[in-house]
């Protein structure tokens, strides 16, 4: 019996799963589950698993069938953790905009803790600007015309300060550089050239430290790939996906 790998999708912070509808859109019928990252921030692992069987129940896969794991930014850290913890449930990892820390490390390299420290009490007085402000810096950096005004309703997530807060939390606390080496499954890495919410050394530190991954960098291009460049991973979904079939190459 043929298997079509089922697609997990783990969003970016401050964002709703509608994030991924122009991703998906000339997609088709392909079985996909999409998780909201304040859920798979509880437990990457048994968000993976829970996903894993509800896409395989919904592809009439044999129970255990690996996934092909799709995070960004946030979604990509918890997705990279979630990988590390269960393996054998990862076909495949997309990683878009995701950093492997967040804050600056011993070189200076990162975001200013102090940035961090003012966003998070931000959230506190004002939450509406805190979002606004994120998502100005977030497409700043792209070339294409995008207006995140025209989306910005529909894309962000119905959650309150404190959720939003834990997963500013969360992306100053991990620092993923140590299991790296650890986490098998093939990686496909796309990040933007003018990404100035993680910087352009992210793609570069997953590329070096996963044993098996592959990085697209696009030109100009932001932090908001999902929004502003769906097409392209589009394409890389499916090539992946034809990959597992034997209809076509990998993507990179």
């Known amino acids: 019996m043929s298997v079509q790998n089922g697609v997990v999708l783990i969003s970016g912070w401050s964002t709703a799963s509608s994030v991924w509808d122009t991703v998906l859109a000339p997609l088709g019928d392909i079985p996909v589950v999409r998780v909201d990252w304040w859920d798979g921030l509880l437990d990457p692992e048994q968000a993976l698993r ?15 069938t690996p996934v092909i794991l799709v995070g960004w930014s946030l979604g990509g850290q918890i997705a990279l953790s979630a990988a590390d913890m269960a393996p054998e449930l990862v076909q495949n990892l997309i990683l878009i905009s995701t950093p492997v820390r967040l804050l600056a490390d011993e070189t200076g390299v990162g975001t200013d803790p102090a940035a ?13 600007l805190i979002l606004k402000n994120f998502w100005a810096e977030a497409t700043a950096g792209d070339r294409t015309g995008f207006d995140i005004s025209e989306v910005f309703d529909a894309i962000i997530a119905d959650v309150d300060s404190k959720t939003l807060d834990k997963g500013l939390a969360a992306l100053g606390d991990t620092d993923l550089r140590s299991r790296l080496p650890h986490i098998q499954p093939p990686a496909i890495v796309l990040q933007g050239d003018d990404d100035r919410i993680i910087g352009p050394q992210a793609a570069q530190q997953l590329h070096d430290g996963l044993p098996h991954a592959n990085a697209m960098v696009i030109n100009g291009a932001s932090h908001a790939l999902p929004l ?24 990179l």
């Open 116 to 128: 961090l420290r003012a966003m998070r009490q931000g959230l506190r007085r004002n939450t509406d």
């Open 50 to 64: 829970q996903a894993a069987a509800t896409v395989n129940a919904r592809a009439n896969n044999p129970i255990g």
């Open 228 to 251: 502003t460049h769906p097409n392209v991973i589009t394409e890389v979904l499916q090539a992946v996906l034809a990959s597992q079939t034997g209809d076509g190459e990998a993507a």
